[in-house]
Every structure is written in structure tokens, then in C-alpha cells.
């Protein structure tokens, strides 16, 4: 018996026991699940999900196998983006052939077809798998970027007056979002200074100093000043002590001092009462 006949012997067994399989494929998944999602709302996906397997079984449909393929794909994704395990997610699938085989064992003429249709559903449980691995990556790489433009704010100090405080370790990644948002603000705004406070910084070594001065590089290519504050003495001294040069960037030990320096290059006068 070829392939395409013991998958539609399987196709039509699956047909004529769907409330049986379904049933107690729904218990299977509800019992992994622990309660994360209601039996009702788990035997929909599943019924959705068996109607296109047994088309697909049937070899009569050429779009089926697309179709289930596509809607494990979708199902994967929701999973990952609610927080689901991959454990989960795979037993959507998996279960299904537990499910079945406690009908089929005592049918030894239909283990040939049973066998068949496991190796099927093998395949779409490593679909299902990649696409949850794949989804999850996204889930947290978008993550991450929320966290960045949190810790990464652009504020406004003054008229023309923006400062961006730096909180944490700044690598290559976060560099680049410090200098797009500081280079958007400031064509946005027409400011004319910008502020890099680095108090929040824990450490400064030779690649956070070169990320700075790139950062300062790129300020002064769209006509504006950059100061950098929050230079603590630690700091200073190991910036001394790698040999780091700022050159000509103007540096504060405070951004109180960085927004005085800022006003009085833009001829405001800071005096006290």
C-alpha cells in the first residue's frame, strides 16, 4: 500500500472518530497547559486544527497542508507572545498523536497508517517549534529595544538646551539609539547644545570612551555643541589613567554645571539672587 493510501485510510479513520480524538486530545493539552488556558477556548484552536488535518490526510485537498501549516504557525506565535512555554506550545500538536494512538492500539491493521500520520505530526511539531523559537527571539529583541528607549530618554533643559541622561553600560547597540535620538531631537528642535550626562554610567573604559566621542562626533556634524557631565572623580582618574583624550569636548562634573556652561554660550547670564 502506497503513501497517499495509508494517509487516506487515516484521513477517513480520523473523519469518523473526530469527537472521540478531539475530546480527549482537548483533556491532553488542557492537563500540560495547568490551567493557562479554559477547556473551552483549547478545544476551539484543536477542532480548527483537526478539521484541516484531516483534510490534509485526506491527500484530496492540495491546500490543506498549507493551510495547517500556516494556522500552527499563527498558533505558535500567539503562544510566544503570551508567554507560553515551548513545552506548551509543542504539546498542541504532540498530544494529537497520543490521542490517536489510544484508539488505533488495538487495530494492528492500521498501524502502518498510524505510523505515517506520526511521522507527520512529527514534522509539524518541529514547525511548530521553529516558529514559536523564531517568534520568541522577536518577542524579546522588541523587549530589549522598549528597554533601550526607556534608559535612553532625550529631554529639554532650555530653550535650545536638550541632555540625554545615561543610565547603565553603554555598548555599540545603545550608542547608535543614543545618537539617533539625540540627532532627531536635534534637527526636531533646532537646539544648538546637547548634554551627554554620564553620572548614571558605572564605568568608563576605552570602548565607552570611544562610543562618547563618536556620539560628540556626530552632534557637531549637524552644527551643535556637545557637553558631556557627570564626570566623577573615579572617573576622571581612570580616564587619566587610560590615556583617554576628550581634545577640545567640554566636560562638567555635574549637569547643573553642563547647563550653565550651555547658557552662558548662548549670552545668558547666571547670577544669584
Same mark, same amino acid.
Given at each position: 500500500?502506497?503513501?497517499?493510501? !495509508? #494517509?487516506?485510510?487515516?484521513?477517513?479513520?480520523?473523519?469518523?472518530? #473526530? &469527537?472521540?480524538?478531539?475530546?480527549?486530545?482537548?483533556?491532553?493539552?488542557?492537563?500540560?497547559? +495547568?490551567?493557562?488556558?479554559?477547556?473551552?477556548?483549547? +478545544?476551539?484552536?484543536? *477542532?480548527?486544527?483537526?478539521?484541516?488535518?484531516?483534510?490534509?490526510?485526506?491527500?484530496? &485537498?492540495?491546500? $490543506?497542508?498549507?493551510? =495547517?501549516?500556516?494556522?500552527?504557525? *499563527?498558533?505558535?506565535?500567539?503562544?510566544?507572545? !503570551?508567554?507560553?512555554?515551548?513545552?506548551?506550545?509543542?504539546?498542541?500538536?504532540?498530544?494529537?498523536?497520543?490521542?490517536?494512538?489510544? %484508539?488505533?492500539?488495538?487495530?494492528? @491493521?492500521?498501524? /502502518? *497508517?498510524?505510523?505515517?500520520?506520526?511521522?507527520?505530526?512529527? &514534522?509539524?511539531?518541529?514547525?511548530?517549534?521553529?516558529?514559536? $523559537?523564531?517568534? +520568541?527571539?522577536?518577542?524579546?529583541?522588541?523587549?530589549?529595544?522598549?528597554?533601550?528607549? %526607556?534608559?535612553? /530618554?532625550?529631554?529639554?533643559?532650555?530653550?535650545?538646551?536638550?541632555?540625554? /541622561?545615561?543610565?547603565?553600560?553603554? @555598548?555599540?547597540? +545603545?550608542? #547608535?539609539?543614543?545618537?539617533?535620538?539625540? =540627532?532627531?531631537? %536635534?534637527?526636531?528642535?533646532?537646539?544648538?547644545?546637547?548634554?551627554?550626562?554620564?553620572?548614571?554610567?558605572?564605568?568608563? &573604559?576605552?570602548?565607552? $570612551?570611544?562610543?562618547?566621542?563618536?556620539?560628540?562626533?556626530?552632534?557637531?556634524?549637524?552644527?551643535?555643541?556637545?557637553?558631556?557631565?557627570?564626570?566623577? /572623580? #573615579?572617573?576622571?582618574?581612570?580616564?587619566?589613567?587610560?590615556?583617554?583624550?576628550?581634545?577640545?569636548?567640554?566636560?562638567?562634573?555635574? %549637569?547643573?554645571?553642563?547647563?550653565?556652561?550651555?547658557?552662558?554660550?548662548?549670552?545668558?547670564?547666571?547670577?544669584?539672587?
Amino acid at each position: 500500500m502506497d503513501v497517499d493510501s !495509508n #494517509q487516506g485510510r487515516m484521513g477517513a479513520y480520523l473523519r469518523d472518530h #473526530q &469527537d472521540k480524538v478531539v475530546s480527549r486530545w482537548t483533556e491532553l493539552v488542557v492537563a500540560g497547559l +495547568r490551567g493557562r488556558s479554559s477547556a473551552a477556548e483549547v +478545544r476551539r484552536e484543536l *477542532e480548527d486544527l483537526y478539521s484541516l488535518v484531516i483534510r490534509a490526510m485526506s491527500g484530496a &485537498d492540495v491546500q $490543506a497542508a498549507g493551510e =495547517l501549516r500556516a494556522a500552527l504557525a *499563527e498558533l505558535s506565535r500567539s503562544r510566544a507572545r !503570551n508567554g507560553f512555554t515551548p513545552s506548551e506550545t509543542a504539546l498542541a500538536i504532540f498530544a494529537l498523536k497520543d490521542a490517536v494512538y489510544e %484508539l488505533v492500539a488495538d487495530t494492528t @491493521d492500521l498501524m /502502518p *497508517e498510524y505510523l505515517a500520520f506520526s511521522r507527520t505530526i512529527d &514534522d509539524l511539531g518541529l514547525h511548530t517549534f521553529e516558529t514559536y $523559537a523564531t517568534a +520568541r527571539e522577536q518577542v524579546i529583541a522588541d523587549q530589549a529595544a522598549s528597554m533601550l528607549e %526607556l534608559t535612553t /530618554p532625550v529631554i529639554r533643559l532650555w530653550d535650545g538646551i536638550i541632555a540625554v /541622561p545615561l543610565v547603565g553600560t553603554l @555598548d555599540s547597540v +545603545r550608542t #547608535q539609539l543614543v545618537m539617533e535620538k539625540l =540627532l532627531e531631537t %536635534l534637527v526636531a528642535t533646532g537646539a544648538e547644545h546637547a548634554v551627554l550626562d554620564i553620572t548614571g554610567v558605572p564605568t568608563v &573604559d576605552t570602548e565607552v $570612551a570611544q562610543h562618547l566621542l563618536k556620539t560628540v562626533s556626530a552632534v557637531r556634524l549637524v552644527g551643535a555643541e556637545c557637553i558631556i557631565s557627570g564626570i566623577r /572623580p #573615579q572617573v576622571a582618574q581612570t580616564i587619566v589613567a587610560l590615556g583617554i583624550e576628550f581634545g577640545d569636548i567640554a566636560t562638567k562634573a555635574s %549637569l547643573a554645571d553642563a547647563l550653565a556652561h550651555a547658557l552662558s554660550r548662548t549670552g545668558h547670564k547666571i547670577g544669584t539672587a
